[in-house]
């Protein structure tokens, strides 16, 4: 199934998230991973690209697990800085003979050495590539808080305009902890008159080192209300983890509160974490 058409079912979607691990030997663990995340039934788990591509085959394996095994949709990710068009066209027919219909095309990290393929420059370039090469539902990522790289937030709106009139389907948000920018960026791309549907990105954060990896990362905000949590809690696992899971059913509460229907989970594979997020919204969910 197509992600597009899930996200227009009017229900509450929640998807999850697992990255592929460092070694081969390894990924029969993550498939058990997404076995414990399949039960509970997600709208979609997503597969994360190693950085430069460097576990493709990982992805790839994983994805057709998520989708044939586990018969949950599943999302792709693709990252194409340095990839060659011949490289991109591999996968893409590899996912098409696997059905797996939904890639989350991305740009990825700018490799440091500067040699590399340039048949792809900007997301936007993959994004068009995918579809002028298949049927496949494409989505593409987006920064409440502007991308890290971007001049102004201003600036990084146009860039996701192009991405619409290159045929994304969806994007998906980075992580947010405070819901009003979230709520400040939907209205950025109204103003922009960006109208494609827009997954929002929550993260829960389960353990106190998270916090410092993520704002490293991602740039993200942490507001005071989740830092006061941290100083509390971080030093007790059990009750950052509890924390932390209530904080992200908080916001996705507030979300669908405020007609915020798609929330995609930064899961990380760790089920446990996806189960007590799903208890918490039992309800919610019926
Ligand atoms: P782009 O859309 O190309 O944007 C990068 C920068 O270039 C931005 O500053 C943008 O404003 C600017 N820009 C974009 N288009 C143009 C244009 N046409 N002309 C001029 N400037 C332009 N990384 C991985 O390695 N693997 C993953 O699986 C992965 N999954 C992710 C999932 C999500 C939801 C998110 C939010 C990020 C993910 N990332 C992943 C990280 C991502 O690869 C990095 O954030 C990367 O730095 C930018 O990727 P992008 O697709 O947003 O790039």
Known sequence: ?????????????LSLEVFPPKEWLKVDDTLRVVDQMALLRPSFISVTYGAAGGTKAYTKKIAEHIQNESKIPAL???????AS????DELLTAFRQSSVTNILALRGDIPSDSEYPKDFIHASDLIRYIKDH??????GACYPEGHPEAASIDRDMDMLKIKEDSGVDF???QMFFDNNIFYCFLNKLYQKQINTPVIAGVMPIT??????RVMK??????PPRFRAIVEKFGDNPAAMQQAGIVYAAEQIIDLYANGV???HVYTMNKPQVATALKNNLQEILK
Request: with cysteine; charged share 15%; proline share 0%.
């Open 171 to 173: 994007f998906t948000t």
């Open 261 to 263: 229907q798609n929330v």
């Open 134 to 139: 298949g049927d496949f539902c494409v989505g």
């Open 1 to 13: 199934m197509k992600i597009k058409d899930i996200l227009q079912n009017g229900k509450l979607n």
């Open 217 to 222: 990362l991602s740039g993200t905000v942490v």
């Open 207 to 212: 353990a106190a080192s998270q916090v410092k």
């Open 76 to 82: 792709a990710h693709l990252t194409c800085v340095g």
């Open 85 to 88: 068009k011949e490289q991109a």
